[in-house]
């Protein structure tokens, strides 16, 4: 099916490169080298999703250009790049819209190609199918279901502890919230050593466990958004339990369901899970769209992922896992982990322990607390890459996260936004 058209004003050899990453996602790449070029394109064409244009040369041009996103009634978001030394002054004139973004060179054209797609889909733009001589297609097409709506459950696990999961589950968490202005429910399903309120300086929170013994006098039956607290991000934060001995009305298919339920509030449900393979763990492999499973360069970790691999396989949850490569910067090369592990990496998380302690500390995530250091860019680049695979059956087809990002190949996407 034809895509988005994209719009892209940057020197040559970034245009070849990028344009090639989106031709070969099936996007149209479309070159303009003047507003006037721009001008006549978006007069014929109702398709351009996203304009990528240069923040650093030429910003009388750029300004131009931008301001032709917005005549007429469009709304077309622009891909601003920029060096990073130019980020803080960046503002398009105090013309800037909530749907633009930045992207800060040196970069690479794949992790662009990521960054744009998720523009597109959160932008909902219409594709050439529904465009014919420049003109919108009448209303008349079924519309998309209820069921379609829902969010989408990621689950981020390992077997082994220590590996980062809570701080990937965190922080990517935040990411959605706040930079991709997207609806996100944070559920610590860890009632062991869970520690995603105390991480976010969330104290004393109401939990299921809690909410649940009332629920048997009072019988409110409450649901996950309404027992969620919210923390000062945006994020709804929800706590299994304060304590593992007090677990037993937690039956597994009732948190379960509990969570499907949650997809209708949420555009995203991001679960951290005890390294365990219990019957609660088991039963909420069934319902999630991805498994993002963190995995850091040593045996220990390799070995765990590995025996998770072999237990997908039983589970029949293989083609929904896909590794983030955390602490990356430690020597061992990606390709090295995914021959091994048998996994595709989704994305390379590199080594800032002392950043995200420290936002801990403070009750904040490093999103929120350290905005401009390197290893959120990873971060990002995470998020951008489940948007840019939300697809409702992906998980369950094989055609979107395995198929996107290795599906048994040998990938090594080991790029960052800069």
């Known amino acids: 099916m034809p895509r988005s058209a994209v719009a892209i004003a940057l020197p040559h050899a970034e245009l070849v490169a990028v344009s090639s990453q989106l031709t070969e996602a099936g996007y149209e790449a479309i070159e303009v080298k003047t507003a006037d070029e721009l001008e006549v394109l978006l007069s014929t064409r109702r398709d351009i999703g996203v304009a990528i244009l240069d923040g650093e040369n030429d910003f009388d041009r750029t300004i131009e250009m931008y301001g032709l996103l917005h005549d007429e009634g469009r709304n077309i978001p622009a891909l601003m790049v920029v060096a990073a030394r130019a980020l803080d002054r960046m503002g398009m004139a105090g013309r800037a819209r909530v749907s633009d973004e930045y992207f800060t060179r040196p970069y690479s054209a794949e992790s662009l190609r990521w960054r744009v797609e998720a523009m597109l889909i959160r932008a909902e733009v219409p594709t050439d199918d529904a465009v014919h001589g420049g003109m919108i297609e009448e209303p008349g097409a079924p519309e998309i279901s209820e069921e379609d709506r829902h969010g ?63 629920d048997l006098t009072t019988g409110a039956g409450e649901t996950f958004a309404e027992i969620a607290a919210h923390h000062e991000s945006g994020i709804a934060v929800l706590v299994m339990a304060e304590s593992p001995l007090h677990t037993e009305i937690l039956e597994p298919k009732r948190v379960a369901e509990a969570i499907t339920v949650a997809r209708q509030a949420f555009d995203w449900v991001v679960v951290d899970m005890h390294p365990d393979y219990g019957p609660l763990n088991q039963v909420i492999f069934e319902r999630a769209d991805k498994i993002i499973v963190p995995v850091t360069p040593d045996v220990p970790a390799i070995r765990a992922a590995v025996q998770l691999r072999e237990v997908a396989v039983e589970l029949e949850i293989r083609d929904r896992l896909a590794m983030v490569v955390n602490r990356a910067n430690s020597g061992v090369s990606v390709a090295d982990m995914e021959r091994t592990v048998g996994m595709p990496a989704l994305a390379e998380v590199r080594s800032a322990g002392m950043l995200f302690v420290r936002a801990a500390n403070e009750g904040r995530s490093a999103v929120e607390r350290f905005p401009k250091e390197k290893v959120i860019d990873d971060i990002e680049l995470l998020a951008d890459r489940m948007i840019a695979t939300r697809d409702p059956g992906a998980a369950k087809t094989g055609s979107g996260f395995m198929g996107i990002f290795g599906g048994g190949r040998n990938t090594n996407p080991s790029v960052r936004a800069s």
Do not use: Y
Not at 167 to 193: E, F, G, P, Y
């Open 152 to 214: 989408q459950i990621v689950i981020v696990f390992n077997p082994k502890g220590g590996v980062g999961k809570t701080t990937i589950a965190v922080n990517v968490a935040a990411m959605l919230q706040i930079r991709k202005s997207q609806r996100v429910l944070l559920v610590d399903c860890d009632t062991v050593t869970g520690h995603v309120a105390s991480s976010l300086g969330m104290e004393n929170v109401r939990t299921v466990a809690d909410a649940w013994t009332e």
